[in-house]
């Protein structure tokens, strides 16, 4: 295996490692997701190899994709993980990872969240108001255990991406006021059990320009200077995620971006240093096989009408995203054709792209929706009743099962009828 990721050898087929993901898709069925190890940890070592200078410590955002298989995974290069439910500090959990590699972030973390996170000693809760602050303080006294915390920052900073996954400023529901930190911070001096150990920040998802994340972690580091000339002790920084993926390339990155800024910006090493990559170490990981139902041509429009729906990937209707659509066998004679793909849910927002010039596809044969490893399968659902699809992980040139599809007998059976 010397390739990485997904390529065509000389007849054209779509290959991952050393599988045919024709030969796959038979195997398993569709709607099938497709992961490749190799991929990803060939990414993870560029994130690493990007902060190594200033000991950066990658904390995988389980968001992005939280297969029990992609965390164990994930797990076995060496990272660790931030989470943002109990769900998925439990996922981390049953795959082995150690408590104090998980860092606990979100809005809305509930009393059970909160109180299962401090009896298992997670390496830190990032807390994102004054209330929530007063809640963890009233849960550790309670039950007398320490917790380590950070308080998410809000710099009002406003990322350029989609305004949905924008997070950074003060319009959005996240953070505390980088005016009002001082006053929160004093509030932890109150608790002999909460610790202040650092500050943290996401200003959003999917953004290319590098000069916010240098002044996002600037105006960052700055604040926890003067917060530990008032007597505080801040001893980490939590960066956040938010590096862009180009869905239109292909295994684009900026790390050397990453690298330069961190660098010009924590060469003192004063601070531990966290990243929580998501979308970037995964999402050109995965691709999600669909085959074509049958083809349809109306008067106005043609369309592949194929077996997965958005309720298997909700990126381009939710957020108008962008995802390469190739056929899984070249075929050099074929013209190409510009069409709609769409799934067979009844909305017309169940599309996968949408006057997209692509080879010709007859009925039965089968198409990649291309970098579909983070926030696809994670953000799926049984809308319509329909099943989930089926996920698998190449690993060392082997494919592993990592999720099987729910039965619609087992889905039945997990729905109770009131005895009305
Ligand atoms: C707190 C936090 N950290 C990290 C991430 C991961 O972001 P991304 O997938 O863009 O790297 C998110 C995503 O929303 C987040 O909310």
């Known amino acids: 295996m010397n390739k990485l990721g997904f390529y065509r050898d000389n007849s ?52 992005a ?23 998925e500090l439990k996922k ?49 006294e309670k039950f007398k255990k320490n917790i380590r915390i950070a308080l998410r920052v809000n710099l009002d900073i406003k990322a350029k991406t989609h305004a949905k996954i924008s997070t950074g400023d003060e319009y959005s529901k996240f953070g505390i006021s980088s ?14 059990y909460v610790t202040l150990h650092g500050l943290a920040i996401h200003i959003g998802s999917q953004i290319f320009d590098y000069s916010l994340f240098y002044k996002t972690y600037y105006e960052l580091e700055k604040l926890a200077n003067n917060l530990n000339k008032n007597g505080f002790n801040i001893k980490s920084l939590d960066l956040g995620g938010g590096f862009g993926v180009d869905y239109e390339k292909y295994n684009f990155h900026k790390f050397s971006e990453l690298k330069k800024i961190t660098e010009k910006i924590f060469h003192n090493k004063k ?15 995965g691709i999600l096989v669909t085959k074509v ?7 106005r429009k043609s369309f592949l009408i194929v077996d997965a729906g958005m309720n298997n990937l909700i990126r381009p209707t939710l957020y108008n995203a962008f995802h390469r659509i190739e056929p ?23 599309f996968f792209a949408l006057d997209r010039k692509l080879q010709e596809m007859l009925k039965n044969e089968l198409i990649a929706i291309m970098s579909t490893g983070a926030y696809g399968t994670v953000m799926s659902s049984n809308y ?37």
């Open 12 to 63: 054209k087929n779509l290959f991952v490692q050393d599988l045919n993901v024709n030969a796959l898709a038979t195997k398993y069925g569709t709607p099938l997701f497709i992961y490749d190890a190799a991929l990803i940890e060939n990414i993870f070592l560029k994130i690493q190899n990007a902060v190594k200078n200033v000991d950066g410590k990658i904390f995988y955002a389980i968001k």
């Open 328 to 350: 899984i066998k070249l075929n050099n004679i074929r013209k190409n054709k510009v069409v709609d793909v769409v799934g067979p849910i009844c909305e017309t927002g169940d």
């Open 92 to 140: 981390c959990l049953k795959v082995g990872m150690k408590p104090e590699k998980i860092i606990f972030s979100g809005v809305g973390k509930d009393r059970e969240e909160i109180e299962f996170a401090i009896k298992k000693r997670i390496k830190q809760l990032n807390v994102e108001s004054r209330e929530e602050l007063l809640d963890v303080i009233e849960i550790a």
């Open 65 to 87: 994709n939280d297969n029990l298989g992609i965390i164990k995974f994930i797990t076995s290069l060496g990272a660790g993980a931030d989470v943002v439910s109990v769900g």
């Open 179 to 192: 005016k009002e930190i001082l006053k929160v911070c004093n509030f932890t001096k109150k608790s002999n």
């Open 271 to 285: 601070y531990e240093i966290c990243f929580e990559p998501g979308r970037s170490l995964i999402a050109d990981s």
């Open 384 to 420: 319509n009743s329909r099943k989930n699809a089926k996920e698998i992980l190449i690993y060392k040139g082997k494919d592993y099962i990592i999720k099987k599809e729910i039965s619609f007998n087992e889905s039945i059976k997990s729905q109770i009828i009131p005895s009305f």
């Open 293 to 299: 139902i049958r083809t349809k041509n109306s008067r």
